[in-house]
T-cell receptor
Framework: AQSVTQLGSHVSVSEGALVLLRCNYSSSVPPYLFWYVQYPNQGLQLLLKYTTGATLVKGINGFEAEFKKSETSFHLTKPSAHMSDAAEYFC????????????FGAGTRLAVHP | KAGVTQTPRYLIKTRGQQVTLSCSPISGHRSVSWYQQTPGQGLQFLFE???????NKGNFPGRFSGRQFSNSRSEMNVSTLELGDSALYLC?????????????FGPGTRLTVL
């Protein structure tokens, strides 16, 4: 069975500080890993994804994530937070053969203060 | 290119009623997936349709059903509504049924059951 755990339901950072959102997954098969962002009253927007190959994945808006198989982690980082980064972030896992089904973590709400 | 459209955006129903939600995918996309988002359970996969065929189904009771039309538009229906069905229902479209294809999410339909 697959599952996703996001550590920290709320994270608060200062503008300009490092953003680190944690995601650990459980999967019995090679996973596809995703990070999505959700702004209020909107749907989900894909930030980045890992399928195969390079383990450091760069996404939109300066975000990146590293797939670490030994740690079953896929943490999301951004070197310098911006006020516009305040949103809810979801980590998700899928697998080949599961079609488009994604299993999501509970989400982490990121607050950015001046 | 128009994004994923969901109608209606907001809906209020009473217990015992039924409801139909609609999702129009991005032009050319043949896969539509549905998710339920609640504060308690988070984002949960309902089902996926591709070329009018249900390809995958989540762990929801039979009161939840869906279908897809030949133009790829999809509807989901919930019968005998319960208070716990209050949620944001998101649909996502993709050009294919594999996770190598990006899924694009609509803004959602917020259903309130009184």
């Amino acid at each position: 069975a697959q599952s996703v755990t996001q550590l920290g339901s709320h994270v608060s950072v200062s503008e300009g500080a490092l953003v680190l959102l944690r995601c650990n997954y459980s999967s019995s098969v090679p996973p596809y890993l995703f990070w999505y962002v959700q702004y209020p009253n909107q749907g989900l927007q894909l930030l980045l994804k890992y399928t195969t190959g390079a383990t450091l994945v760069k996404g939109i808006n300066g975000f990146e994530a590293e797939f670490k198989k030994s740690e079953t982690s896929f943490h999301l980082t951004k070197p310098s937070a911006h006020m516009s980064d305040a949103a809810e972030y979801f980590c998700a896992v899928g697998f080949s053969g599961g079609y488009n089904k994604l299993i999501f973590g509970a989400g982490t709400r990121l607050a950015v203060h001046p | 290119k128009a994004g994923v459209t969901q109608t209606p955006r907001y809906l209020i129903k009473t217990r015992g009623q039924q409801v139909t939600l609609s999702c129009s995918p991005i032009s050319g996309h043949r896969s539509v997936s549905w998710y339920q988002q609640t504060p308690g359970q988070g984002l949960q996969f309902l089902f996926e349709y591709f070329s009018e065929t249900q390809r995958n189904k989540g762990n929801f009771p039979g009161r939840f059903s869906g279908r897809q039309f030949s133009n790829s538009r999809s509807e989901m229906n919930v019968s005998t509504l319960e208070l716990g069905d209050s949620a944001l229902y998101l649909c996502a479209s993709s050009s294919g049924t594999g996770l190598d294809n990006e899924q694009f999410f609509g803004p959602g339909t917020r259903l309130t059951v009184l």
